[in-house]
């Protein structure tokens, strides 16, 4: 029964931690703007790369801006909503990943 209870926790504080990093790297980068410029741009990269990345996976399937027709338009659409939901499951999975590692060295120990 705890052990079940402590699957169920991982799961809600995964999904927690899957939007909650995204939201304090937007936080970051608009703090980043706010900082004197020699330092924010290597600060706002970052951060934008945190939330970004997914773009990186999707650029090959991605048409060429220059491709006016509807199947392109629908194609870029979908490429920029899976951008979201792509960082809400890696962060997921990286906070489950993490404190079932923690929960698992903690059994251990004990």
Known sequence: MMRRRSARRRILLS???????????????AIALKIPEDRSES?????FWVIGWPRILTAPVTPK???VSSTAMNI??????????LDFLAYALLTYFLLWWRDTRRR???
Do not use: E
């Open 15 to 29: 999904a927690v931690g899957g939007i909650v990093i995204p939201l304090v790297a937007l936080a970051g980068m």
């Open 43 to 47: 600060l706002f990269d970052i951060f």
């Open 65 to 67: 801006s220059d491709d």
């Open 76 to 85: 870029r659409l979908l490429m920029l909503i899976a951008t979201p939901v």
């Open 108 to 110: 251990v120990n004990t």
